[in-house]
């Protein structure tokens, strides 16, 4: 369904991705893992083409990303839902527009069928009765949610998730962990979420992979993932350095 295959990137005069290969099955929900700046926002640019790889391929459903011209890129990208990892919300438009913009600019539904269907996304990212607060006036985490609402209006088919639990209280992220799961199986979708929090991981991802030095260095479904022996996923884990230990790395 989705395949990177050796997908290098140099960025701000860096090597992040280093011959990155990952393979995503139609229909799983497929976590992401690393520490910060390791590079999975990247990643998950490059598999909607937001991003192009120096070396490598990306494929979606078969088609390589490269060879597809403008509009068929297009309309690839009107297959993806898309939560960014800054919420990426239109600032001068009110959480009901917001949510309502892919479905004024890539369906013909009218007006009802819009407000029902926000109104209907805005319930299940628990928003009810915010629709016409502007950006500005609300959370963070209210803000995620709005990104979450707005990223599968469209029913996509694949969903990329970006730290879609960040900055939210511990109620709210189980709420969200549920609805991703529920989102992918109800849609019939395929999601990919990029996380630093385990319970994101393992609650709800069929399959979890733990980027490090620019690759997926180990994949596994969440029992795997905690059996492993892979040392650099138990200390990850267990949020220690690779190098150090916690007695080091706190000064005395
Ligand atoms: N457009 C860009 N130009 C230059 N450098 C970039 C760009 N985008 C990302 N980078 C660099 O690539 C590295 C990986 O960034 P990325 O945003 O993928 O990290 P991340 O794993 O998502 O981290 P976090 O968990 O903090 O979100 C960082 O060093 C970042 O500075
Ligand atoms: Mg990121």
Same mark, same amino acid.
């Given at each position: 369904? #989705? *395949?990177?295959?050796?997908?290098?990137?140099?960025?701000?005069?860096?090597?992040?991705?280093?011959?990155?290969?990952?393979?995503?099955?139609?229909?799983?929900?497929?976590?992401?893992?690393?520490?910060?700046?390791?590079?999975?926002?990247?990643? +998950?640019?490059?598999?909607?083409?937001?991003? @192009?790889?120096?070396?490598?391929?990306?494929?979606?459903?078969?088609?390589? +990303?490269?060879?597809?011209?403008?509009?068929?890129?297009?309309?690839?990208?009107?297959?993806?839902?898309?939560?960014?990892?800054?919420? $990426?919300?239109?600032?001068?438009?009110?959480?009901?527009?917001?949510?309502?913009?892919?479905? *004024? @600019?890539?369906?013909?539904?009218? !007006?009802? =069928?819009?407000?029902?269907?926000? $109104?209907?996304?805005?319930?299940?990212?628990?928003?009810?009765?915010?629709?016409?607060?502007?950006?500005?006036?609300?959370?963070?985490?209210?803000?995620?949610?709005?990104?979450?609402?707005?990223?599968?209006? +469209?029913?996509?088919?694949?969903?990329?998730?970006? @730290?879609?639990?960040?900055?939210?209280?511990?109620?709210?992220?189980?709420? #969200?962990?549920?609805? #991703?799961?529920?989102?992918?199986?109800?849609?019939?979708?395929?999601?990919?979420?990029?996380?630093?929090?385990?319970? =994101?991981?393992?609650?709800? $991802?069929? *399959?979890?992979?733990?980027?490090?030095?620019?690759?997926?260095?180990?994949?596994?479904?969440?029992?795997?993932? @905690? !059996?492993?022996?892979?040392? !650099?996923?138990?200390?990850?884990?267990?949020?220690?350095?690779?190098?150090?230990?916690?007695?080091? $790395?706190?000064?005395?």
């Amino acid at each position: 369904m #989705i *395949r990177l295959v050796k997908v290098c990137k140099r960025l701000g005069g860096q090597n992040i991705l280093r011959e990155l290969t990952l393979h995503v099955e139609r229909g799983e929900v497929f976590a992401i893992m690393g520490g910060s700046g390791t590079g999975k926002s990247v990643t +998950l640019k490059h598999m909607v083409g937001l991003l @192009e790889p120096d070396r490598g391929e990306v494929w979606i459903d078969g088609a390589n +990303l490269a060879v597809l011209n403008r509009a068929q890129l297009k309309g690839l990208r009107r297959r993806f839902g898309y939560l960014f990892q800054s919420g $990426a919300l239109i600032n001068w438009l009110n959480v009901g527009d917001n949510v309502a913009l892919p479905l *004024r @600019e890539h369906t013909r539904l009218g !007006r009802t =069928d819009i407000q029902q269907r926000v $109104a209907e996304r805005l319930r299940w990212v628990r928003l009810i009765g915010d629709e016409h607060k502007m950006p500005a006036e609300i959370s963070g985490g209210m803000k995620k949610r709005v990104g979450l609402a707005r990223a599968i209006v +469209l029913n996509p088919d694949i969903v990329l998730y970006d @730290e879609p639990t960040s900055g939210l209280d511990p109620v709210t992220a189980r709420a #969200i962990r549920a609805l #991703i799961r529920e989102v992918n199986d109800r849609l019939e979708a395929t999601s990919v979420m990029v996380t630093h929090d385990i319970l =994101d991981a393992t609650d709800t $991802a069929d *399959r979890i992979g733990f980027l490090f030095d620019g690759r997926i260095e180990f994949v596994g479904t969440p029992a795997e993932v @905690e !059996r492993t022996d892979n040392a !650099r996923v138990k200390n990850f884990l267990k949020g220690l350095d690779d190098q150090t230990s916690v007695a080091e $790395a706190v000064p005395s």
